[in-house]
């Protein structure tokens, strides 16, 4: 094997020489072929018979070329036309030998640089490898970034997707007529989405129905509330198919749920921010009243649109309301009512009122006394109904409560009863306890006055004692005297729970005192026989209707009414 190796290196050496860059090409080995048959014998290496080769005399082994002009001759021979080009060789080429021939061949599998093992030293640094492009990218990736460069997709993925929705919903509120971009849970020069969300018919002809605000709970970020007891207010109701509308009274309650058997519902008083934004009102049910024949028919859900508050009647300042002491509101408990905060002495006395109403004309009393911060004064009401089923019991329950806290008084005239309100039921106005500034400056005056006369009188006892205070003793003794009863307990350091027992151990009046304002509330034929008919025709909204009826035959006026119609 060596041998013909060797035989091979000095046959193809010429050829090396003449053509260097060519030599390993494989069209010339491949065109040179050599007899394997008798590998050790030379001579019987011969080229194969080719068109050419038969012509010319045979080549024997023995006749390899040994000196320069030989190898050119056989050079000649197999590159005839002596071009810089390898050519297809014309004679006969000797046969390769079979093992060679092996090695000669197409590798089986492609050469893949990835795979070699074999150590290779450059002088420049290597291209990297797919492999270390990969590594290195991954190693690029898993290096710590800076702060902002990490939060940045973020901020601008959070960016692009407000911007979005800012578009979306100024396209869509521009387009959308019933889209409800209001936050508040009323407006007075705006209509309002409301939804129907309890309804019950009371008698006959009388229904309770909650409303709530679309998207109430949206709606109470800024902490809105609707009722006070400062104000009387209405709400209007829209029945867009005819374009009309109508005032109803909102009450501060909510249901809270349904008795399972009757269906009543349980109503609770809307106090805290979070039951805000839901209201009832109670509407009577005329047989020809368009609008209320309308409402009551009204499916659960069913929207309507709603504008207030109309402010019916504003309270007048008085300086109590000046040091901001609240009035606490009803409770759905008598005990959990909380005591009245103690009015300053020296501070004019609060307001009491009498309230003559009739129909649905007695629900803005109930407004007034079931709001937070309802009136500091008395109120003594003459409430007419047609039937007793008219008011609801719970009604009923909450005004008994007001009336144990000494806040109000209830006369209720029923009229299929046949009972009536007459001249002997209307009270005789009273001068009010406030009228302005100079009320203060006087009052503290008298205040003054009585601390000085209680001092007048300590001193005069110490000097008739001999100087000895003995006060407690000799006041004790001195009811003892006048009584012969069990001395009182002195309960003015106790404080009360609540407002019920406030009102029954401190506060207990033998008389109700006089109302120094009337208000008037009902049906024309009912406010005619009360007080005359209200007149509001003129700009400024101010009643000028003459005073008429039952009122006026007392001597009320026109200033210390209001009629509400
Ligand atoms: C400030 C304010 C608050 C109000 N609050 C309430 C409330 O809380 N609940 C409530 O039910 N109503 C309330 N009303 C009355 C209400 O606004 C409507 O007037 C009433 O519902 C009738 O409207 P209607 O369209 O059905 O009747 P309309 O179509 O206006 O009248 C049709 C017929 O119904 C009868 N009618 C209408 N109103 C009366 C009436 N007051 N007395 C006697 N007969 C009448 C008459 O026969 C009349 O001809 C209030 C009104 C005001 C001004």
Not at 311 to 323: Q, S, T, W
Request: charged share 30%; proline share 8%; net charge positive.
């Amino acid at each position: 094997m060596s041998l013909r190796i060797r035989n091979l290196q000095s046959f193809l050496r010429p050829i090396n020489r003449r053509f260097p860059q060519a030599v390993w090409s494989s069209r010339v080995v491949t065109s040179i072929r050599y007899n394997s048959s008798t590998p050790n014998n030379n001579s019987s290496r011969r080229p194969n018979s080719g068109e050419e080769g038969s012509n010319k005399k045979d080549t024997k082994d023995s006749d390899l070329p040994a000196t320069n002009d030989e190898h050119n001759e056989l050079l000649e021979k197999y590159n005839p036309d002596k071009s810089s080009r390898v050519g297809t060789p014309k004679g006969a080429i000797p046969a390769i030998d079979h093992d060679l021939a092996s090695l000669l061949k197409k590798p089986k599998y492609e050469y893949n640089p990835e795979n070699n093992t074999n150590e290779v030293t450059y002088e420049f640094p290597p291209p990297k490898s797919p492999k270390q492009l990969k590594v290195e990218k991954i190693r690029e990736k898993s290096k710590p970034k800076s702060r902002f460069k990490k939060i940045a997709p973020s901020l601008i993925a959070a960016g692009l997707a407000s911007w979005g929705i800012f578009t979306y919903s100024y396209l869509t509120s521009k387009t959308d007529p019933d889209k409800d971009g209001e936050t508040g849970l009323l407006r007075p020069d705006k209509f309002l989405p409301y939804v129907i969300s309890f309804k019950h018919q009371i008698d006959d002809d009388h229904y309770l129905i909650e409303l709530t605000r679309k998207n109430r709970h949206k709606k109470l970020i800024n902490n809105e509330t609707l009722f006070n007891g400062k104000t009387m207010w209405s709400i209007e109701i829209k029945q867009p198919d005819i374009n009309i509308v109508r005032n109803y009274t909102p009450l501060p309650l909510y249901v809270a749920g349904t008795d399972p058997v009757t269906k009543e519902p349980h109503l609770r008083l809307v106090s805290e921010s979070e039951e805000q934004g839901k209201f009832i009102i109670i509407v009577k049910k005329y047989k020809q009243g368009e609008f209320s024949r309308w409402i009551t028919g009204l499916n659960l859900l069913h929207p309507v649109e709603v504008r207030g508050p109309i402010v019916e009647h504003k309270f007048p300042g008085h300086p109590l309301d000046k040091f901001y002491i609240k009035r606490p509101q009803l409770a759905n408990l008598l005990s959990k009512i909380k005591p009245d905060p103690e009015y300053p002495e020296k501070l004019p006395k609060p307001e009491n009122y009498v309230y003559y109403g009739a129909g649905t004309g007695i629900l803005p009393l109930l407004q007034l006394i079931y709001s937070p911060n309802p009136p500091k004064g008395f109120i003594e009401a003459y409430l007419s109904i047609h039937s007793e089923s008219n008011l609801l019991d719970q009604f009923k329950t909450l005004n008994y409560f007001a009336e144990k806290i000494g806040r109000v008084k209830f006369h209720y005239f029923i009229g299929e009863k046949g009972e009536h309100l007459s001249s002997k039921d209307i009270l005789k106005p009273t001068l009010p306890n406030f009228t302005g500034l100079s009320d203060i400056k006087l009052s503290e005056e008298q205040y003054r006055e009585k601390l000085l006369a209680e001092k007048r009188e300590e001193v005069k006892r110490q000097i008739a004692n001999g100087g000895i205070s003995n006060e407690g003793k000799k006041s004790i003794t001195h009811e003892e005297e006048e009584n012969h009863t069990i001395p009182k307990l002195d309960v003015s350091k106790f404080k009360p729970d609540n407002a019920f027992q406030q009102f029954n151990i401190f506060k207990k009046r033998k008389t109700t005192p006089d109302p120094s304002f009337a208000f008037v509330c009902g049906p024309e034929g009912y406010m005619a026989d009360v007080s005359g008919k209200s007149d509001l025709n003129n700009l400024e909204m101010v009643d000028n209707g003459p005073i008429g009826g039952k009122l006026k035959e007392k001597g009320w006026t026109l200033q210390n009414i209001k009629r509400l119609q």
